[in-house]
């Protein structure tokens, strides 16, 4: 089948996020959809937010650039000093190295659905409003720490 | 801006193809999305094809993955064999090396939009359906001979 039937693809809440900070995305549905139909330049997330959830904790990557684009509903485009409502059909783009944290927030009272790609993150990643860091393939505080 | 103000971005419907195949695509207006925002890993194309017009001459490429995914209108997805509508929310994933030539075909009465992901093709490319690929930079016939 050419189309791509995203009901067919596995869908999974699960977060490798330290407990402290995996609530955020406790209602963040994702189906692989790039990896399911072969892709491997590039990944493509169908995400699901429910009410209250978000995409991520708040963060930008080093080296991976990342490009949403809104499929139903609607959620809150939050980035430093920013709030910016996406809709149906809104994009999004964050190229790699430019530290501004970014994420969706659901704050509407229906599920809100978006595509979400970029390449799996292999250069550290930094979240602005917690106290954690991906480096070297694990979640650490910003001193190092482990959690 | 977070938000992509696509009508801000430059759009063209200019052509590589040799004058013989250029017509199909006349009608195919693109905005080079990613390039604009300051994306690198990978390309994202707004795509509007005016009734009649085609994404492309039917293809596929050795070494580059596509991903699709329909806004607004409708387009017939293309293949050997088979023929799919693509309607807003629909997606299509078409693998690299996979030598099962695509494209999108507006057989409608009104203009149609889809978003289109992929790396520049480095690699050859080639057609279904008429006497050519792309291959060390150029299109050429089949049997090696300039257009």
């Known amino acids: ?20 900070h995996a609530a955020l995305v406790g209602g963040r549905w994702v189906r692989r959809l790039g990896q399911a139909a072969g892709l491997s330049d590039f990944g493509v997330s169908q995400v699901m ?8 904790q708040r963060h ?15 959620a809150v485009l939050v980035e430093d000093g920013s709030r910016t409502a996406m809709r149906p059909g809104d994009m999004a783009a964050f190229p790699k190295g430019e530290p ?16 979400a790609f970029g390449r799996p993150p292999l250069g550290d990643c930094h979240y602005a409003d ?17 959690f």
């Open 1 to 20: 089948m050419p189309r791509i039937e995203a009901n067919t693809i596995a869908q999974t809440n699960s977060t490798g996020y330290p407990p402290a």
């Open 49 to 56: 937010l429910k009410p209250g959830a978000a995409s991520s």
């Open 60 to 74: 930008w990557h080093e080296d991976e650039d990342e490009f949403v684009v809104m499929l139903a509903g609607e």
């Open 100 to 115: 501004n944290g970014h994420h969706l927030v659901n704050e509407s009272d229906a599920d809100c659905l978006f595509l």
């Open 130 to 146: 917690i106290d954690m860091v991906w480096t070297g393939g694990s979640y650490r505080r910003t001193d190092g720490s482990d």
